[in-house]
Structure formats: structure tokens, C-alpha cells
């Protein structure tokens, strides 16, 4: 990972795999035939909700410099709002808690992992630290 | 012994075809140069020149106490850099070996007896080219990196030991600066230019160097197929 310079910013990191990373896990949902045909409002809304854990793992990275606390703070937030995300009323009504939040917790752990790896703290560049010594 | 000051420095008294060499050295303001506290000339006409007395141990002794990779790593770094700095102000050392090299009591690293224009080097580390020049002393660098690493050191390493040390200076590391990138990359666990790496090599690098993230894959494919097995129960 990060072999390149990569000039993003944690918070863009974040934003960035929450939404690609929210994106499959809500694809996966394809595999689950009574949702089957939600899956454009699951895979929106799973999007939605890895660029909010994104956007905060990104956040926690730029003030803590530590992969292990990263993916803590990463699968906590992701366990918390997929559980949000399950909680709210569906059309079937059931709660897909167990689904839901199992990936969810995962996908937060492996956001939280890349906004600590990747990107370049307090909106600086590679070039910018550099020039900085 | 500064009386002045009350403080012990170390004092060089040199014949006066070497007065430059003060000056040489005043002009390199590096932490791993030793600074020149006074330079003036003794009544008997030879030059002298006070500098900061190093409390510390030879590379030689030093790496005699098996200190870890990283750590021999570091030292070298420390080295590479001096040199790099020292070269980009048109200063070579040509004489780079372990008993030129002193690790402070802290784990500071200096460099030492910079170079004069008649010396030529120590026979084991100088290059084989007869008028030495900055790729001389990475050329010298190579010497002194394959004494520091342990005799099981990674392919990667040699590898980088074998570049500098190359025979024909235009294939060694063009600048301490790129040699210096290589260390770096073997440090961060990525691919060093010196070596071309076979692909079950680098797949393994990869993997060690993000085991943490494939680990993390692993147990989301993990979960999706429990949650799979688990609905068709």
C-alpha cells in the first residue's frame, strides 16, 4: 500500500474507500434475494454510510498516528453506524442486524486501516513535507 | 583542555600544506561533522585546529557489539547523509572507513577526517578508480555497508552493496542521495532499485508489508461467507 506519492489528504482517503469499500458491501447484498430488489437504496445507502465512517476515521487519523488505534476506532464506527443503518424501519420489515453489522464492523476496521497508511496528514502534500525537511 | 571554558576538546596539529582542511571542514555545518571550535597557526609554524572531543567508540569497535540491523541501518543513514550533504557542497571525503566513523555516547554518528586533496584513501575501502570523486565515496559507502551487515543479511541488501561497489562508477549509485532512497525503501519494505526481485519475492514483501490489510480482507470474505451458510442453514 501507498507505494506511490499520494498527495490526498486522511480525510479525502477516508471519504474515498468509505465510498468505494460502502459501495461493495452494499453490492453484496445482490447475494441475499429478498433484498434483491433494494439493492440501489442498500448499495446508496451503505455508500452514505462508509463515507460518514470514512470521513471520521480520516479525521482520527490526522490527530492519532497509530494503525492499531486506527483500525479500533475504524471497526467501532463502522459497528455503530451499521447498526444505525439496521435499526431503521424497512420496507419488508425485518432487521438485518447480523448482516448489516458484521461487514459493517470490517469494512470500518480495513477504512480505518487505510486512512492511517495512506494519504498526507493536515492537508499537506508529500512535496510540502518535504520542502518542510 | 579550554581553559576558558573548562572544557576537554580535541586538538589536530598539521603541517601547514594542509591548512585548507580547516576550513574544509568548517564549511560542512552538519550534526554529524565534528565542529571546529578555533583553528590558528603554533608558534613552531604547523597549523592547529580545536574541535569538539567525541566521547564515543570507532564503528569498528561499535559494530564488533553486535548492535541489531536497524540500528546498523541507522548509522549508515547517518553517514549517507553527511555525504550527501557534504557532496552537494562540492566536498568529498575519500577516505571513509569504520575508524573514521565514531558513535557518540548518545547514538550520534560522526564522520571524521574529512577529506584532503593528497590523501587517497584506505586500500580496503577506496575505489579503484585512480582520481577519486563523489562516486568514489559511495563506492566507499558499499565497502562500509558490506562490513556493517551481518554475513545472513537479506538479497535486498547485498544487492544495494553490490551497486555501490561496482567496479565501473557509472554503474554505482549516481549520489549518496539514491543510495540513500534504496536503504529507505528496504526499511519501509518496498522494492530497491539494485535489485531485480523474483516475483515470489516481491509477492512475499507485499504480503509482510500488508499483512494487516489482508488479514482484514481475509475476514471480510470470511463473514460474507458465514452470513451466506448461515441464511441457506
Same mark, same amino acid.
Given at each position: 500500500?501507498?507505494?506511490?506519492?499520494?498527495?490526498?489528504?486522511?480525510?479525502?482517503?477516508?471519504?474515498?474507500?468509505?465510498?468505494?469499500?460502502?459501495?461493495?458491501?452494499?453490492?453484496?447484498?445482490?447475494?441475499?434475494?429478498?433484498?434483491?430488489?433494494?439493492?440501489?437504496?442498500?448499495? *446508496?445507502?451503505?455508500? *452514505?454510510?462508509?463515507? *460518514? *465512517?470514512?470521513?471520521?476515521?480520516?479525521?482520527?487519523?490526522?490527530?492519532?498516528?497509530?494503525?492499531?488505534?486506527?483500525?479500533?476506532? @475504524?471497526?467501532?464506527?463502522?459497528?455503530?453506524?451499521?447498526?444505525?443503518?439496521?435499526?431503521?424501519?424497512?420496507?419488508? @420489515?425485518?432487521?438485518?442486524?447480523?448482516?448489516?453489522?458484521?461487514?459493517?464492523?470490517?469494512?470500518?476496521?480495513?477504512?480505518?486501516?487505510?486512512?492511517?497508511?495512506?494519504?498526507?496528514?493536515? @492537508?499537506?502534500?508529500?512535496?510540502?513535507?518535504?520542502?518542510?525537511? | 583542555?579550554?581553559? +576558558?571554558? +573548562?572544557?576537554?576538546?580535541?586538538?589536530?596539529?598539521?603541517?601547514?600544506?594542509?591548512?585548507?582542511? !580547516?576550513?574544509?571542514?568548517?564549511?560542512?555545518?552538519?550534526?554529524?561533522?565534528?565542529?571546529?571550535?578555533?583553528?590558528?597557526?603554533?608558534?613552531? &609554524?604547523?597549523?592547529? %585546529? $580545536?574541535?569538539?572531543?567525541?566521547?564515543?567508540?570507532?564503528?569498528?569497535? %561499535?559494530?564488533?557489539?553486535?548492535? /541489531?540491523?536497524?540500528?546498523?541501518?541507522?548509522?549508515?543513514?547517518?553517514?549517507?547523509?553527511?555525504?550527501?550533504?557534504?557532496?552537494?557542497?562540492?566536498?568529498?571525503?575519500?577516505?571513509?572507513?569504520?575508524?573514521?566513523?565514531?558513535?557518540?555516547?548518545?547514538?550520534?554518528?560522526?564522520?571524521?577526517?574529512?577529506?584532503?586533496?593528497?590523501?587517497?584513501?584506505?586500500?580496503? #575501502?577506496?575505489?579503484?578508480?585512480?582520481?577519486? +570523486?563523489?562516486?568514489?565515496?559511495?563506492?566507499?559507502?558499499?565497502?562500509?555497508?558490506?562490513?556493517?551487515?551481518?554475513?545472513? /543479511? /537479506?538479497?535486498?541488501?547485498?544487492?544495494?552493496?553490490?551497486?555501490?561497489?561496482?567496479?565501473?562508477?557509472? $554503474?554505482? %549509485?549516481?549520489?549518496?542521495? !539514491?543510495? =540513500?532512497?534504496?536503504?529507505?525503501? #528496504?526499511?519501509?519494505?518496498? !522494492?530497491?532499485?539494485?535489485?531485480?526481485?523474483?516475483?515470489?519475492?516481491?509477492?512475499?514483501?507485499?504480503? /509482510?508489508?500488508? $499483512?494487516?490489510?489482508?488479514?482484514?480482507? #481475509?475476514? %471480510?470474505? &470470511?463473514?460474507?461467507?458465514?452470513? #451466506?451458510?448461515?441464511?441457506? =442453514?
Amino acid at each position: 500500500m501507498a507505494e506511490a506519492n499520494i498527495t490526498m489528504n486522511k480525510i479525502l482517503v477516508g471519504l474515498l474507500f468509505g465510498l468505494i469499500l460502502g459501495a461493495i458491501d452494499g453490492a453484496t447484498a445482490w447475494f441475499t434475494p429478498e433484498v434483491r430488489p433494494m439493492i440501489t437504496g442498500i448499495m *446508496v445507502g451503505s455508500s *452514505v454510510k462508509g463515507m *460518514v *465512517v470514512g470521513l471520521l476515521c480520516g479525521w482520527f487519523a490526522r490527530k492519532v498516528h497509530s494503525t492499531m488505534w486506527g483500525v479500533v476506532v @475504524g471497526a467501532a464506527l463502522g459497528l455503530l453506524f451499521a447498526f444505525l443503518v439496521a435499526a431503521m424501519p424497512s420496507a419488508n @420489515g425485518h432487521h438485518y442486524y447480523l448482516e448489516i453489522m458484521l461487514p459493517g464492523f470490517v469494512v470500518g476496521a480495513i477504512v480505518g486501516f487505510l486512512t492511517q497508511r495512506m494519504g498526507t496528514p493536515l @492537508g499537506r502534500t508529500t512535496e510540502d513535507m518535504k520542502r518542510a525537511g | 583542555m579550554n581553559r +576558558d571554558l +573548562d572544557r576537554s576538546v580535541a586538538l589536530k596539529v598539521f603541517d601547514p600544506t594542509f591548512a585548507g582542511e !580547516a576550513q574544509l571542514i568548517a564549511r560542512l555545518e552538519h550534526p554529524a561533522v565534528v565542529p571546529i571550535y578555533e583553528a590558528g597557526l603554533l608558534s613552531d &609554524g604547523r597549523c592547529f %585546529y $580545536a574541535m569538539k572531543l567525541v566521547a564515543g567508540t570507532c564503528l569498528d569497535k %561499535y559494530a564488533a557489539g553486535s548492535p /541489531s540491523l536497524a540500528e546498523r541501518l541507522r548509522v549508515l543513514r547517518r553517514v549517507a547523509e553527511v555525504l550527501a550533504f557534504a557532496h552537494s557542497r562540492g566536498v568529498i571525503h575519500r577516505d571513509l572507513k569504520p575508524q573514521n566513523i565514531m558513535v557518540g555516547e548518545f547514538g550520534q554518528v560522526y564522520l571524521m577526517d574529512w577529506g584532503i586533496a593528497a590523501i587517497q584513501g584506505t586500500v580496503d #575501502f577506496r575505489a579503484p578508480e585512480p582520481s577519486l +570523486d563523489s562516486r568514489s565515496d559511495i563506492f566507499s559507502l558499499g565497502v562500509l555497508m558490506r562490513f556493517l551487515l551481518p554475513e545472513s /543479511s /537479506s538479497p535486498a541488501l547485498r544487492a544495494i552493496v553490490t551497486k555501490a561497489i561496482s567496479t565501473d562508477p557509472a $554503474a554505482r %549509485y549516481p549520489d549518496a542521495a !539514491a543510495f =540513500l532512497k534504496d536503504i529507505d525503501h #528496504f526499511e519501509e519494505g518496498r !522494492a530497491v532499485e539494485a535489485w531485480s526481485e523474483p516475483l515470489w519475492h516481491g509477492l512475499q514483501r507485499f504480503g /509482510s508489508r500488508n $499483512a494487516i490489510l489482508l488479514w482484514l480482507l #481475509f475476514a %471480510y470474505a &470470511g463473514v460474507k461467507f458465514l452470513l #451466506f451458510f448461515l441464511r441457506t =442453514l
